[in-house]
């Protein structure tokens, strides 16, 4: 069964530092795999996907993500954190054999600093 | 353009009543989806439609929750009797044609407090 796993529950980072959230899935075939991000009070935006071709994808509001198939990962990452990027950010997963199906993560909290 | 459009935003009834809840997709997309949101049990999938067809219903909690999707352009998820468990925040998703890779438009949600 496909799961998504993301080890970090909350992160706290200063504004203009660098972010890393992490991301590991359990599925067998090709994933599809979705970064999306909740603010408060808000419904899910999603920030980025990869369903094939370069492992490095791009997004909205300066962020990233690369896929890495040896390591199951799937990780997010933003050179300078805004204030404005404190939010919920989750990580899912996708199978083509079922639809539009998604399996979320639990979720990782972002806090930041001033 | 609309986005997803649920109501009410917020609900808050007595333990034993019936819950009502509405889901307009966006215009066009042929797959919808409801969730639920909790601390305990983070964001889960429901059930989801295609072409107003239930596909997967294998999360609905038990019988006291249903669906229903009489159109393209309307969708209900009914809880009946409603219990405190049952507290949380629903979001209703929509996507073009329901393939595995198609971007989820989410709904900004709606709160349901069950006393």
């Known amino acids: 069964a496909q799961s998504v796993t993301q080890p970090d529950i909350h992160i706290t980072v200063s504004e203009g530092a660098s972010l890393e959230l992490r991301c590991n899935y359990s599925y067998g075939a090709t994933p599809y795999l979705f970064w999306y991000v909740q603010s408060p009070g808000q419904g899910l935006q999603l920030l980025l996907k990869y369903f094939s071709g370069d492992t490095l994808v791009q997004g909205i509001k300066g962020f990233e993500a690369e896929f890495k198939r040896s390591q199951s990962s799937f990780n997010l990452r933003k050179p300078s954190v805004h204030w404005s990027d404190a939010a919920e950010y989750f990580c899912?997963?996708?199978?083509?054999?079922?639809?539009?199906?998604?399996?979320f993560g639990q979720g990782t909290e972002l806090s930041v600093k001033p | 353009d609309a986005g997803v459009i649920q109501s009410p935003r917020h609900e808050v009834t007595e333990m034993g009543q019936e819950v009502t809840l509405r889901c307009k997709p966006i215009s066009g997309h042929n797959s919808l989806f409801w969730y639920r949101q909790t601390m305990m049990r983070g964001l889960e999938l429901l059930i989801y439609?295609?072409?107003?067809?239930?596909?997967?219903d294998s999360g609905m909690p038990e019988d006291r929750f249903s669906a229903k999707m009489p159109n393209a352009s309307f969708s209900t998820l009914k809880i009946q009797p409603s219990e405190p468990r049952d507290s949380a925040v629903y979001f209703c998703?929509?996507?073009?044609?329901?393939?595995?890779?198609?971007?989820?438009?989410f709904g900004p949600g709606t709160r349901l407090l069950v006393l």
């Open positions: 439609f295609n072409n107003n067809v239930p596909i997967d």
């Open positions: 899912a997963v996708g199978a083509g054999n079922q639809g539009g199906k998604l399996i």
């Open positions: 998703a929509s996507s073009p044609g329901g393939l595995g890779q198609e971007t989820q438009y």
